[in-house]
């Protein structure tokens, strides 16, 4: 959870440990050197993570103190984040 609130402190959005409902680690474990897991968060508020999202639109380049780019998303379903991976796949291969 803090690690949430620190990111949307860079963002520039303030945040209270009272405006997030919950925060966990989803997706398998990694493996040795692999990427960490996804964090999903769920606000209090909607406008809350409304103001995470834009600004983490409005700053795209974020990045954690090892140097790896950090993605704020929404979180979406399965099929949904497969059906994406798709198009982004097939939009680099057409160029």
């Known amino acids: 959870m803090q690690n949430f609130i620190t990111l949307a402190a860079?963002?520039?959005?303030?945040?209270?440990?009272?405006?997030?409902?919950?925060?966990?680690?989803?997706?398998?474990?990694?493996?040795?050197?692999?990427?960490?897991?996804?964090?999903?968060?769920?606000?209090?508020?909607?406008?809350?993570?409304?103001?995470?999202?834009?600004a983490?639109?409005?700053r795209r380049s974020l990045r954690a103190p090892n140097g790896h780019t950090i993605y704020v998303n929404e979180r979406l379903t399965r099929g949904t984040r497969q059906l994406f991976n798709q198009v982004r796949a097939e939009c680099r291969r057409l160029g």
Do not use: F, T, W
């Not at 963002?11 to 474990?29: C, I, N, Q, T, W």
């Open 10 to 54: 860079r963002l520039g959005v303030s945040l209270d440990e009272k405006d997030v409902v919950y925060a966990e680690r989803v997706g398998a474990p990694p493996a040795e050197g692999g990427r960490a897991r996804r964090i999903m968060v769920r606000l209090s508020r909607r406008h809350l993570r409304d103001q995470v999202l834009n």
């Open 56 to 58: 983490a639109r409005v």
